[in-house]
Every structure is written in structure tokens, then in C-alpha cells.
């Protein structure tokens, strides 16, 4: 199994994620839409993208394992 270390990085941006998405609405709520938009901006760079790279990531970790153990298991019957 892979380690939780993407899962710890992914857990660290989420409350910044939601900080900055509520901020961008109220901003929004507000008619600063220039403000708004900035705060997407940088919402998307800092947090968003980094949550889906640990995702994908892990996803792929998983299955190189889940491939290997097959593998070892079918040399194994041999």
C-alpha cells in the first residue's frame, strides 16, 4: 500500500482551498470581480492543482502495485 504522504499534502491544502473559494465568493458577492477572479486564479495554482496531482498520483501508485502483486502471483503458479 502506498504511503500517506500524498494524502497529508492533499489534507494540508484543502482548508486553504475552501478559505480561498469562500473568499473569492464573498469578493465576488461584493462586485470586486477583478479581486474574485485573482483569488480563483491563485486558488487553482496553489491548491487545486497540487489535490488532483496527489490524487492522480496515488492512483497510479495503486495500480503499479496492484500489477506487480498479479504479476508475482502468476510467476508464482509457474
Given at each position: 500500500m502506498p504511503s500517506t504522504t500524498g494524502r497529508v499534502f492533499e489534507a494540508l491544502h484543502m482548508p486553504f482551498f475552501l478559505a480561498l473559494t469562500?473568499?473569492?465568493?464573498?469578493?465576488?458577492?461584493?462586485g470586486r470581480v477583478d479581486f474574485a477572479l485573482q483569488n480563483l486564479g491563485i486558488n487553482l495554482v496553489?491548491?487545486?492543482y497540487p489535490m488532483l496531482?496527489?490524487?492522480r498520483t496515488r492512483?497510479?501508485?495503486v495500480?503499479?502495485?496492484s500489477d506487480r502483486a498479479t504479476r508475482d502471483a502468476q510467476s508464482e503458479v509457474r
Open positions: 469562500v473568499l473569492a465568493i464573498h469578493r465576488l458577492a461584493a496553489i491548491n487545486f496531482h496527489h490524487r492512483a497510479r501508485i495500480k503499479l502495485l
